[in-house]
């Protein structure tokens, strides 16, 4: 079941009949696209999603709500808003949910939208991280020594690992996300041993690594489109990530000092393994005990929180990828590496855990991830959502203690 909310769909198409923006997904990762879509006139983007959220509720888009976000229900919905859309459409993803339905399902959705994206063996390769660790050091690519875990069994390799290690999810899942961090970082082998038990028993398997030293602002990226011509790049760095070290990006600046480095680097090994076309990112830590980049993780398909930063910085990509998909001559780039993209409320929160302030470049111009003047509708969301998880669990705790307090009532002194 599908249908469109605020305004009919026909007003979305653009004024020149040109094909309309469609965004997979909402959530940050989709705030930044429609964002970065805006801010190149492609405006009002269709945000496709099966709930309320942040990316839906901007005023540069209109939302299209579908039952689903996966398989071939989802596709289903997805055909069926494409009915009215007389233009055409130009997928954008923000959700490896949907980004996996379409690419399952490519040869139903090609013939009604336009779309990058890899092959669908590459995609499903580079999605598993376990995968992707063993195609990078095939390739002899700078990565860490990896293992997968897959049984209380396998827990004996963890030995073989230098310490301190880290511990995430080969894939992302409902399971793992409900539970647990990102990633951890842990110091002793005992205390991986009992972290890993836990999640196989969520999950059924767990990537283990040797961490990478660094400090927090020691996270970089590689932001790539690939298409018909030449690739188009953006490089920036964290200055704080929520948890620091292992969480989501809090903020970030363009790093012109090492971008042909790593943009070098980023295509290499996307070429190497059979990318050629498509939004691609890799994350990397400068590691600081020689100097070097080695790879994080790569994205792979779907756009990056951080891809609103390269449009205000000049390096629109979601605009670039837009124009190929339409059949319209690119946008001309320049870089302006004088923007700050922040997390508003995450920077704070990881800024105090760092014991520090929430220090930025200086003459640099900051975009917050929610709040904008011109566009408050998410920023006024997001607070009411993060005050309501918090009195959620506040409730949690006091019934817990009340309940504690009751059954120890019958007890005898």
Known sequence: MTGLQRK?????????????????????????????L?????????????????????????????????????????????????????????????LLAVSQHRASVAPWFSFELPSHEVLVDLT????????????????????????????????????????????????????????????????????????????GEVIVQEWIEGTNDSIYFCLCYLGPGAPVCFTGRKG????????????????????????????RFFRSVGLTNGFASMEYKRDQRDGSFRFV??????????????????????????????????????????????DEFRDFLAARMLGTDCTYPPQHRIHNAYWRWDDPAPAVLEVARTAGHALHRAVARVLKAKSISASGQGIPG
């Open 297 to 342: 993780e790569p994205t792979v398909g779907r756009t990056d929180l951080q891809v609103e930063l390269s449009a205000v910085c000049g390096i629109n990509l979601c605009h670039v990828g837009y124009c190929d998909a339409a059949g319209q001559a690119r946008p001309a780039l320049r870089l302006d590496p004088t923007h700050v993209w922040r």
């Open 240 to 267: 704080r990530s929520f948890p620091p070290q292992t969480g989501w990006t809090a903020s970030c600046w363009a790093a012109p000092e090492v971008a042909k480095e790593l943009e070098d680097l980023t295509i």
């Open 128 to 203: 598993l991280k376990e995968r992707f660790f063993q195609l990078a050091q095939r390739g002899g690519f700078p990565v860490p020594a990896t293992h997968l875990v897959s049984s209380r069994g396998d827990l004996g390799v963890l030995q073989e690992l230098r310490l301190p290690l880290c511990v995430k999810p080969n894939s992302r899942s409902p399971a793992y996300d409900g539970t647990f961090q990102k990633a951890y970082r842990v110091e002793t082998l005992a205390e991986a041993q009992s972290l890993c038990a836990r999640v196989l028993d969520a999950v």
């Open 38 to 98: 805006a801010h190149a006139g492609l405006r009002p983007v269709v945000v496709v999603d099966a709930k309320y959220d942040i990316a839906s509720i901007s005023r540069y888009a209109r939302r299209a709500v579908v039952s689903s976000l996966e398989g071939r229900e989802f596709i289903s919905g997805l055909l069926a808003l494409r009915a009215r859309m007389p233009h055409g459409g130009v997928l954008f993803f923000a959700d490896d949910r949907p």
């Open 8 to 36: 009919p769909l026909q007003q979305a198409v653009m004024l020149d009949d040109a094909p309309t923006a469609v965004v997979l997904g909402g959530g940050t990762n989709g705030l930044s696209l429609v964002r970065s």
